[in-house]
């Protein structure tokens, strides 16, 4: 499901379609996080995907900067 999730993210990254990609970048990283853990491959995958995605925007400058933004974003995000 998250690796579907990320390929549609591209697809909209690629167009430019960066409002739309975000939410979705954080839903296939949160589902890689739950089911695969944070050293899993794919999980690393959709960070980085995410990660380029911020800075061709110039919303993160360095790693410690996207970190804290993907903390905030899924607390923002989370399910009751």
Do not use: D, W
Not at 47 to 66: D, H, I, P, T, W
């Amino acid at each position: 499901m998250a690796s579907s999730i990320n390929n549609l993210t591209a697809l909209y990254y690629s167009q430019g379609r960066y409002k739309e990609a975000k939410p979705l970048y954080l839903g296939a990283v949160r589902i890689a996080l739950h089911s695969l853990g944070i050293e899993h491959p794919n999980t690393q995958t959709f960070l980085k995907n995410f990660y380029e995605m911020l800075q061709a925007q110039g919303r993160c400058a360095s790693v410690e900067e996207f970190q804290q933004y993907v903390e905030e974003q899924l607390r923002r995000t989370e399910v009751s």
